[in-house]
């Protein structure tokens, strides 16, 4: 847990809440939601003319004393450049997200902007962005992978079935990996319905992503609730860890050792999201 901020790391965090920049007024109730990480947006929340208003505003309110990552414009952009000058260095900043980003080098000039170290999430929303995803994934700065789906769709044509996105999905899911990033951010949820937000949030974690963007802060609990391991999950990881060791000492078969990793998994995930046993 940060303790500045009281967000979960950035790294394994569930739920990210698009914010419209052009929305300062509602900057604040992002920031005391029960998301994860807010994301203040700059790019597809904010039409051209409104740009340099909204801008200005997410850096002030960054100024100010508020801390969030920014959605900046894509590299082909002229946005892109006053993003990057308006936003680098400033207090508050917790990163940035490249929306449509189709090459490796994209990344990397991105980072050459920014101060060293800052972190870059990488939309992904494009055949060609996919088709790059290994050189996206191994860009100097690039810190974790994200879907944007509903781009992705409009390019390519499918539809939003899981059928026709597994394979979007899974790819980003095994690049990450291969890279050595935390898991990739899904898509978002487009509904308010109960039972369509459980669902879709249930096929994320199935399909191995570990974070969700959510457009709404009361869609974030769906994605906290169904990225992190429930009871259930931690009363099997703690019973393997008694049982097995925490070093291993009673390991006594070629499955015992993948369970071990899973279960210590398990409970270090539970200690950071604040779920305990059931009992």
Not at 186 to 208: C, F, H, Q, Y
Request: hydrophobic share 45%; glycine share 10%.
């Amino acid at each position: 847990m940060d303790v500045m901020t009281g967000l979960v790391a950035p790294e394994v965090a569930r739920s990210w809440l698009l914010v419209p920049g052009r929305s300062p007024e509602l900057f604040d109730a992002a920031a005391g939601s029960p998301a994860d990480a807010v994301v203040l947006d700059l790019e597809d929340a904010v039409p051209a003319a409104a740009k340099p208003a909204a801008r200005g505003d997410v850096v002030a309110w960054l100024r100010g004393g508020g801390q969030a990552w920014v959605r900046i414009n894509d590299a082909t952009t002229s946005f892109w450049a006053d993003d990057l000058a308006a936003l680098s260095g400033l207090p508050g900043l917790r990163g940035v997200m490249l929306a449509k980003a189709e090459s490796g080098h994209q990344v990397e000039a991105t980072a050459d902007r920014l101060p060293e170290g800052t972190r870059i999430l990488v939309l992904i929303e494009s055949a060609m962005g996919l088709e790059a995803v290994p050189e996206i994934a191994r860009a100097e700065g690039t810190f974790r992978l994200v879907f944007g789906s509903g781009d992705f769709r409009r390019d390519t044509g499918m539809s939003d079935s899981p059928m026709a996105m597994a394979y979007a999905r899974s790819r980003l899911v095994i690049t990450s990996r291969a890279a050595r990033l935390p898991g990739p951010i899904d898509g978002p949820t487009l509904s308010d319905d109960p039972e369509v937000l459980k669902r879709e949030a249930e096929l994320t974690r199935s399909m191995g992503m570990t974070g969700k963007l959510c457009m709404t802060a009361e869609r974030t609990s769906y994605a906290n609730v169904a990225l992190s391991p429930n009871t259930t999950d931690v009363d099997w990881a703690e019973g393997v860890i008694d049982r097995l060791g925490e070093d291993g000492r009673n390991v006594r078969d070629g499955s015992d050792l993948p369970n071990l990793a899973k279960a210590k998994k398990i409970t270090e995930l539970a200690r950071m999201f604040g779920i305990g046993r059931s009992h």
